[in-house]
């Protein structure tokens, strides 16, 4: 666990206003770029970017909002990035990645590569994940895997309000495409200490969110509450669960994860994502290519199942994974 | 506007040089030394040479799948296009690219996209980072008749208009999208008839006349230079050979309207110009025919001579920080 030295705490959503803030104050390059950024809900579709703060403070230029024309403007991105400046695009939900697909997975990730290395394409695409709001299958997806499938693209799937400052900031700062995706419910619900200064937490470095001994249990973004909510409860039949949080899937720790597997000889793999082929897959394919012998048990994956996202609060908490499901998967695998 | 004799030449040049490159390619391919797919501009030579005339040191240029003549007219180094063409490691992209994916960004060609409709947007980014640092420079995208009937399309020419960016959208309609002809796709008599829905001016040029095509740029090129935004340009020309090389063409238009469209070719047209201009004496014309096919021919040689990629460099180049 990293110490954190501040008395002071944010919730998710505020340390995500603050990175965007204080590196749009550090870099004039910094600009910003989405739907209803500048005074819908008094400063975005989750007034993460509040008018007295960015629109006054930066003006239109650079707190840029754009017509729903998605492929257009995160297109547009790619190159001014690739011409010397840092967007940060917001789109508003991840479901809506499918009408600007093309620009991300074959222009933003491929300039780069396919031009043999002559592009630097500095830009961010923040956008909102997950499930529980009752806002069904357009609106309530992860989908981060589909990214981390893509060569060219780093993928950050932050949990905690200081991760989430840092990670951003290193994000901006990065010279490469990154995908930035923010649960929902973290971002009002989830507080924790923040420093007011300045900071980065670096990529490829996963976290152990807490320690223990018998079970390690991989999440990413609100799994990893969810997974600690489960360590609670099993703490008390004397089950200990390790949970490691990656931070970045793209790129992975895998030394963290395979050093605690082999620590406990268990994993459950929490993940929001759909679970086929996904990143609940990947770990599981890692830990079976590179740590197979340290396992005393199968592998359980804790996922949402292969079905949209349902409206009904009583179908989608069927199947997106909460605290129960976790137990029983671990109880599958202990005892 | 009045051209130097030398601007003239140059450009009569560079129109000579894609042909000469492409029939070469074209060759190259049928002996397997080009691979993959190949989609040749011959016939098109007019219009990247009459915009990229028309444009100053430091403008961006975004290309396409057919993007040959693009980086010719542009000024990206035949030899290095020819070796990329090749798969070496001299290659304007190291081989990465190949035909469809060529790139030069010392000269502002920021890269072919080979989706259809693909690099309008990022015409609109080059136009906004332009817009942003306050350069006077201008952004062009090339795309086809075909591309104009991709949402990008629309989603591009609104943005450039709202926000008033200098980029210049050149639609090469060369009749057909692969065999599809563009009657049977759009109601509208010209693709530059579109402008209008956004609120920005679209220009008809015959796309056979490099002059014209000069004319026009200059003109689109300046209005954005002072901040007034977008252009239209739809540039009437023809493909004389198939969509890509393979495609036999015949099952989809006749020989007769061929070579009705040779009549007007881009290339003798502005060859008679010169000559009844006085700029260009037939001698001249048959030394200039000479120097390219010896420029092109040493490409080939270049291209030919130059080493394979390492396996390890397919690895290398996804991120600027190393690779995972």
């Known amino acids: 666990m990293t110490e954190i030295k501040t008395e002071r705490e944010l919730t998710f959503k505020e340390a995500i206003t603050e990175a965007l803030m204080q590196e749009m104050e550090r870099d004039e390059k910094v600009f910003l770029m989405g739907e209803d950024l500048g005074v819908f809900y008094g400063g975005g579709p989750f007034g993460v970017t509040p008018a007295e703060k960015f629109l006054k403070k930066f003006g239109p ?6 017509p729903i024309s998605e492929a257009a403007f995160v297109g547009a991105a790619a190159t001014a990035a690739a011409t010397g400046l840092r967007p940060v695009v917001e789109i508003m939900f991840v479901d809506f990645f499918g009408v600007c697909m093309d620009q991300i997975f074959n222009q933003a990730a491929k300039m780069r590569y396919m031009f043999g290395g002559q592009a630097k394409v500095p830009m961010v695409i923040r956008t909102v994940i997950g499930g529980g709001f009752g806002f069904a299958a357009h609106h309530s997806q992860c989908l981060y895997s ?3 499938h893509v060569p060219g693209l780093k993928v950050v799937v932050p949990s905690t309000p200081y991760d989430a400052k840092g990670l951003l900031a290193m994000a901006i700062r990065d010279d490469d495409p990154v995908m930035f995706f923010e649960h929902k419910g973290l971002y009002g619900s989830v507080k924790g200490p923040v420093p007011e200064e300045p900071y980065t937490v670096p990529f490829g470095k996963a976290e152990i969110k807490r320690e223990g001994k018998n079970v390690t249990v991989v999440a990413t973004a609100l799994m990893v509450h969810k997974a600690i909510i ?17 931070r970045t899937i793209v790129p992975l720790d895998k030394k963290t994860i395979l050093e605690s597997v082999k620590k406990t000889s268990k994993l459950v793999i929490v993940d929001e994502d759909y679970e086929r082929f996904g990143f609940a897959s990947e770990i599981a394919a890692i830990v079976a290519e590179e740590g197979l012998f340290y396992l005393d048990s199968p592998i359980k994956r804790v996922a949402t199942p292969n079905v949209p996202i349902p409206y009904s609060p009583a179908l989608e908490k069927a199947v997106i994974p909460d605290e129960g499901k976790i137990i029983s998967a671990v109880k599958q695998i202990v005892g | 506007m009045a051209l130097s004799q030398e601007k003239m ?21 049928a002996q397997g030394k080009i691979v993959g797919a190949v989609h040749l ?26 993007g040959h003549g693009h980086c010719i007219a542009l000024g990206v180094d035949v030899k290095r296009m020819m070796a990329e ?17 060529l790139a030069d960004f010392n000269v502002g060609m920021l890269g072919a996209s080979a989706i259809v409709g693909g690099g309008l947007p990022l015409a609109v980014g080059a136009g906004l980072s332009i817009k942003m640092r306050k350069t006077d420079q201008v952004a062009v995208v090339f795309f086809g008749d075909g591309a104009s009937n991709q949402g990008t399309f629309h989603e591009s020419l609104n943005l450039a208009a709202i926000w008033s960016l200098p980029v210049l959208f050149v639609c090469e309609n060369n009749q ?28 008809v040029v015959d796309g056979m006349d490099v002059m014209a095509v000069h004319d026009s740029t200059v003109e689109a090129a300046e209005r954005a230079r002072q901040g007034y935004g977008p252009t239209l340009l739809e540039c009437k020309t023809y493909r004389y050979l198939g969509h890509e090389e393979g495609d036999p063409w015949t099952t989809y238009r006749s020989q007769a309207e061929v070579e009705e469209w040779k009549k007007k070719d881009a290339i003798n047209r502005f060859r008679k110009y010169l000559v009844d201009k006085g700029v260009l ?9 000479n120097d390219v096919k010896n420029l092109v021919g040493e490409a080939i040689k270049f291209a030919d001579e130059s080493p394979w990629p390492t396996p390890e460099e397919a690895l290398k180049d996804v991120f600027v920080s190393p690779n995972y």
């Open chain 1, 61 to 66: 230029e650079r707190v840029r909002d754009t």
């Open chain 1, 146 to 148: 589909i990214f981390a």
């Open chain 1, 230 to 246: 489960a360590a609670q409860k099993l703490e008390k039949e004397d089950i200990s669960l390790e949970i490691i949080d990656p």
């Open chain 2, 9 to 29: 030449i140059d450009m009569y040049k560079k129109m000579l040089t894609i042909r000469t490159f492409e029939y070469k390619v074209k060759d190259l391919f």
């Open chain 2, 41 to 66: 501009s011959i016939g098109e030579e007019a219009v990247p040479v009459g915009v990229c005339s028309a444009l100053k040191k430091g403008d961006y240029v975004l290309s396409n799948h057919r």
């Open chain 2, 85 to 101: 063409l090749f798969g070496r490691e001299t290659g304007v992209c190291k081989g990465k690219g190949g035909s469809m994916h």
């Open chain 2, 176 to 203: 057909y999208a692969e065999s599809t002809p563009v009657t049977r796709v759009m109601l509208v008599k010209n693709i530059a008839d579109r402008a209008a829905a956004y609120g920005i001016p679209g220009i």
């Open chain 2, 281 to 289: 004496a037939e001698n001249e014309a048959a030394e200039i025919e």
